[in-house]
């Protein structure tokens, strides 16, 4: 088991890679078809994961179980990213990352319905409210960086995720973290391969650009790798909507590198729901986040 300290300072990096990432992949498919710029990037990490796989001399079970975990894993990567990489079309960076912040309510939700879970009636108006951020949103952000389709499609992959967290929590595996994210990859690598016959045409023909060729280098190395080891660390070591929380911090985040780095410009209104969004999350943790503060304090007194 983990200490607490490698925890937070695994949970910190994710942040900051997740952070990040909505930008990369916006840049990654600048100058590439947005799904073979998702094929390049899982080909690419397959072979990078196998060789950290061996360097660390990480085992790397094939059982029916590990094989249920690896499927079940890669809906966090091929099955959410590729609603992910369609909405690079209708939406900024600082949006993806906004819409991935809902993961916690989607998580509650299906934490509710499929697996019996309590909700506090404090959760529900959390939810109710981040629900009404979102209107906000859909109903004043037509412009260039933010369209009602990309709104859809982010949501389908904010499921997905979610979704993949439950399923990998509930095979319990007990998998090594990297050999779980090489799994996970490698059948991310084979499904991505059924879109080969549909994308053929739009093949990458020449070298792509500088700024496309680092997102896509970073989306590898940060995001398919990097991440996938600390995301599934911690899969299998906090609980999955403590995990989910990791996409509470990131939106603002998000949104101030892209309007720094990529000069996104959204409307006010569209902020106005974003902070609406955040509130509503706020509401929704605020009973864990009281308990990690008491827990805090019971600590120091000893």
């Not at 009602?148 to 499609?153: A, E, Q, Y």
């Not at 790798?225 to 911690?234: E, S």
């Not at 070591?237 to 989910?244: E, W």
């Amino acid at each position: 088991m983990p200490s607490q300290t490698n925890l937070a300072s695994t949970y910190v990096l994710l942040v900051f890679i997740w952070a990040t990432t909505p930008l990369a992949i916006v840049w990654s498919v600048s100058d590439l078809h947005v799904m073979w710029a998702l094929l390049l990037r899982f080909y690419i990490a397959l072979p990078l994961s196998v060789i950290v796989l061996l360097i660390l001399k990480t085992s790397f079970p094939t059982h029916k179980q590990a094989l249920h975990s690896y499927f079940a894993g890669s809906f966090s990567l091929i099955g959410s990213q590729i609603f992910t990489y369609a909405a690079t079309q209708y939406l900024s960076s600082g949006m993806i990352a906004l819409m991935f912040g809902l993961a916690p309510i989607m998580a509650g939700l299906i934490g509710r319905f499929a697996f019996g879970q309590h909700l506090y009636k404090l959760q529900w108006f959390g939810m109710a409210i981040a629900v009404c951020g979102l209107a906000i949103i859909c109903l004043n952000g037509s412009g260039q960086h933010v369209h009602p389709f990309g709104i859809v499609l982010m949501l389908i992959s904010v499921f997905v995720y979610s979704f993949s967290i439950f399923w990998v929590k509930k095979v319990n595996a007990q998998i090594q973290p990297m050999a779980q994210a090489t799994g996970s990859i490698l059948v991310s690598s084979l499904l991505a391969s059924c879109l080969i016959p549909f994308i053929w045409q739009y093949a990458p023909t020449h070298l792509p650009q500088a700024k496309s060729l680092f997102a896509l280098i970073y989306t590898v190395l940060m995001a398919s790798l990097v991440a996938m080891f600390c995301y599934f660390k911690l899969v299998q070591n906090i609980k999955a909507t403590t995990l989910s929380l990791t996409t509470v911090i990131t939106p603002m985040l998000a949104m101030m590198i892209g309007a720094v780095l990529n000069h996104e410009h959204l409307s006010m209104m569209v902020f106005v729901g974003a902070f609406i969004i955040l509130f509503g999350l706020f509401l929704y943790f605020y009973k864990d986040i009281q308990a990690n503060r008491n827990f805090a304090q019971h600590i120091k007194s000893k």
